[in-house]
T-cell receptor
Framework: GQQVQQSPASLVLQEGENAELQCNFS?????MQWFYQRPGGSLVSLFY???GTKHSGRLTSTTVIKERRSSLHISSSQTTDSGTYLC????????????FGLGTRVSVFP | ETAVFQTPNYHVTQVGNEVSFNCKQT?????MYWYKQDSKKLLKIMFS???????VNETVPRRFSPQSSDKAHLNLRIKSVEPEDSAVYLC????????FGPGTRLLVL
């Protein structure tokens, strides 16, 4: 089965609303990363967050290793936040690459 | 800031042809990767490579092969493409934190 589960699969927001995206994993991990994928396809790295809480502008990532979950919080959403948010795990070491979830598609309307 | 470069952006070809995609990183990283993103949008690792070790995802067909001239370059060659190879191919590099290129979209007719 899928080692990385993301929820919800999609989310519709009105500009200004907050959102919480979840990432649950079924295996122990070395580290994890959150990405934003633009509609055109390119990936932007948001956080490298093996544990704890990190902030970047309106985004906050919290990873709780022992509970095998990570979350991404978007505050005061903007239309430019629309796209797909992906979480990915480093399972053993970074030489083996990332294991991705299917993502959460976020649509923000004015 | 773009530090992982891929060419071409887009490629259309016919079944049975050979294609090659280029990837270069200017970050000085030791490890580079190729990922495939299929029509369901799932990103899967195909290869990772550093100057000591090639790690191949066992599900990757043998017609795919990585080619590296130095640690800044990792190209992807597909010998005799098939329709299911239509996808976006993403290159990345890492020394912990992974940086991705813009991707190459392949369409096999």
């Amino acid at each position: 089965g899928q080692q990385v589960q993301q929820s919800p699969a999609s989310l519709v927001l009105q500009e200004g609303e907050n959102a919480e995206l979840q990432c649950n994993f079924s295996t122990s991990l070395n580290s994890m990363q959150w990405f934003y994928q633009r509609p055109g396809g390119s990936l932007v790295s948001l956080f490298y967050n093996p544990s704890g809480t990190k902030h970047s502008g309106r985004l906050t990532s919290t990873t709780v290793i022992k509970e095998r979950r990570s979350s991404l919080h978007i505050s005061s959403s903007q239309t430019t936040d629309s796209g797909t948010y992906l979480c990915a795990l480093v399972l053993n070491n970074y030489a083996q690459g990332l294991t991705f979830g299917l993502g959460t598609r976020v649509s923000v309307f004015p | 800031e773009t530090a992982v470069f891929q060419t071409p952006n887009y490629h259309v070809t016919q079944v049975g042809n050979e294609v090659s995609f280029n990837c270069k990183q200017t970050l000085g990283h030791d490890t580079m990767y190729w990922y495939k993103q299929d029509s369901k949008k799932l990103l899967k690792i195909m290869f990772s490579y550093n100057n000591k070790q090639l790690i191949v995802n066992e599900t990757v067909p043998r017609r795919f092969s990585p080619q590296s001239s130095d640690k800044a370059h990792l190209n992807l060659r597909i010998k005799s493409v098939e329709p299911e190879d239509s996808a976006v191919y993403l290159c990345a590099s890492s020394q912990g934190f992974q940086y991705f290129g813009p991707g190459t979209r392949l369409l096999v007719l």
